[in-house]
């Protein structure tokens, strides 16, 4: 069985930093693209980044570039999100995604193929 897990959210003050986790049950990560996207408090869920497993290039939108890093760990079979200088805005929660290597919705913003349930992250003082 397919299962994503995120942990690592919770409450960090403007500027500070959280690592979330998405633990991969039943993925082997180099299989597929990875995504991470987020939904604010009374908005629909928005797309933070795409990593593709087939060329390795991430797609970042404007909002968190330069401060939001995917990484991987296969020996764990855990994709990482590194947040720093966060922002009140950022406040979400936030879903890690799979999606089939050779595909493309996650570029194209209709989302992924596999979900995770989410974390909050709060930024607040």
């Known amino acids: 069985q397919v299962q994503l897990v995120e942990s690592g959210g919770g409450l960090v003050q403007p500027g500070g930093s959280l690592r979330l986790s998405c633990a991969a049950s039943?993925?082997?990560?180099?299989?597929?693209?990875w995504g991470w996207f987020r939904q604010a408090p009374g908005k629909e869920r928005e797309r933070v980044l795409c990593s593709s497993s087939r060329d390795g290039s991430t797609y970042y939108e404007d909002s968190v570039k330069g401060r939001f890093t995917i990484s991987r760990d296969s020996a764990k079979n855990t994709v990482y999100l590194q947040m720093n200088n966060l922002k009140p805005e950022d406040t979400a929660v936030y879903y890690c995604?799979?999606?089939?290597?050779?595909?493309?919705?996650?570029?194209?913003?209709?989302?992924?193929?596999?979900w995770g349930k989410g974390v909050l992250v709060t930024v607040s003082p």
């Open positions: 039943g993925f082997t990560l180099d299989h597929y693209n």
């Open positions: 995604g799979a999606e089939a290597l050779y595909g493309s919705s996650c570029l194209l913003g209709y989302g992924m193929d596999y």
